[in-house]
């Protein structure tokens, strides 16, 4: 259970003016027992003013000495994946979900999530991107409020609080399967077009909103043939983790 002495006062977070000087409010932070074992705090890093914010799950060992998201095997593949559709990660914004590394890499816990999160919120507050990918499933699950997979809503397109949000796997997957890397690579393509229609101001497609409650979220969609729009009934009769691709590809 979060100890809520522990969680960041709202108010004084609210009224942070910048990247900076939010760094310098989490300053050394010790809300959490991830403190303790931690070696660097990573705050994130990128184009404050980007249109494209990342959001991983966590650091993992190279990101805790170096105090940079995304530096291994995994920041390679990113790179690789954002030079795919013409970006360099200086024009993108790269943040995690948890600031600190959990230990041998184990999942965050709830507690943990719940504690750091603000500091994430105000991130995506301040940097005020367009488009929100979210690596994974913890980074997919805190933004959309849903316990469902990243299996499952890969290759669709959400909005919450009037920005879009592409959920995509987490880099690290395809290192363990390599079969995702042709996935992750499809994704990227297709953020590319998200971004496209972003900054042309296109509209999301149909109508369905995901309200910051999260729990009557539905599919948004923005199918260039008009299509799928289902209700979150249908949702829960969808496939669950390991449903087909035919199945998720609404682009
Ligand atoms: S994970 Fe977040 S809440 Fe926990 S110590 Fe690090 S910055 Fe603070």
Redesign the pocket.
Known sequence: MTDASRMPDRARLGAVADLDELCAF?GD???????ET?TT?VFGVGDPGADLLFIGEAPGKNEDLKGEPFVGAAGRLLDELLGSIGLHRSEVYIANV???RPPGNRDPQAD?IE??TP?LAEQVRLIDPLVIATLGNFATRYVLGTDAGITRLRGRLFEVDGRRVVPIYHPAAALYSPDKRGVLFDDFRRLATVMQWAREGRPVAPTARLSAGHEDWLEVFADPSGGAERSAGEHEADAGEGAPADQQKLF
């Not at 932070?29 to 403190?35: G, Q, S, T, W, Y």
């Open positions: 989490i932070c010790r809300r959490c027992r991830l403190a931690r705090l948890l600031k600190c943990e504690t750091c500091f």
